[in-house]
């Protein structure tokens, strides 16, 4: 037996995908898309990845930026799963919702820093923010590494909030496969 023959036989015969097909396939996902359900299900993974993030800074007594990340993860992936989207709109839905994640957490992480060293409860710290105390929280705990760390996160948010679609996916839609 040639290695010519065994490529040959280990090559899965492509399916010709008609223009009409994948027209009407991409229409019927987009039928499935729910936007503002994404947007409200994005919103509060955005704002439980910022609770997760500032409750493990009161337990660790660290301010862990690569939290920035999961807040990312977590709003794709929910953006995903309920808004079924799979256009571009949808990442950017959700690279916005996890940049506001990442600044809350940020917010939350350090107002509870601040909570403990003062030995006050958390809630009335925070309904002692203003605008102009959240800016200057912001500010004085910015670091340059935090620009990775959301900018990891703004990736993932956006990577991970619609579907991307490839042709074997649409192959196996009109094989009768699962919806991807």
Not at 33 to 41: D, I, K, S, T
Not at 157 to 176: P, V
Request: proline residues 4%.
């Amino acid at each position: 037996m040639s290695d010519e023959s065994t490529s040959e036989e280990s090559e899965a015969p492509e399916l010709e995908l008609d223009p009409a097909q994948v027209q009407y396939l991409r229409q019927r996902l987009e039928s499935e898309q729910n936007l503002p359900l994404a947007f409200v299900v994005g919103l509060i993974a955005s704002i439980a990845g910022a609770a997760v993030w500032a409750g493990l800074t009161v337990v660790t007594g660290y301010q862990i930026g690569f939290m920035a990340i999961g807040v990312g993860f977590l709003v794709g992936f929910a953006v995903r799963a309920v808004g079924k989207g799979v256009t571009p709109v949808y990442g950017v839905i959700g690279a916005g919702l996890s940049l506001l994640g990442c600044a809350l957490g940020n917010l939350l992480a350090v107002t509870a820093i601040v909570a403990q060293d003062q030995g006050v409860p958390f809630l009335s710290v925070l309904s002692q923010l203003d605008p102009e105390l959240v800016q200057h929280l912001m500010v004085a705990t910015f670091s340059p590494m935090d620009l990775l760390f959301y900018g990891i996160a703004l990736y993932y948010g956006y990577r991970l909030s619609f579907r991307q679609l490839t042709a074997a996916d649409l192959e196996r839609m009109l094989g009768g496969g699962v919806t991807p």
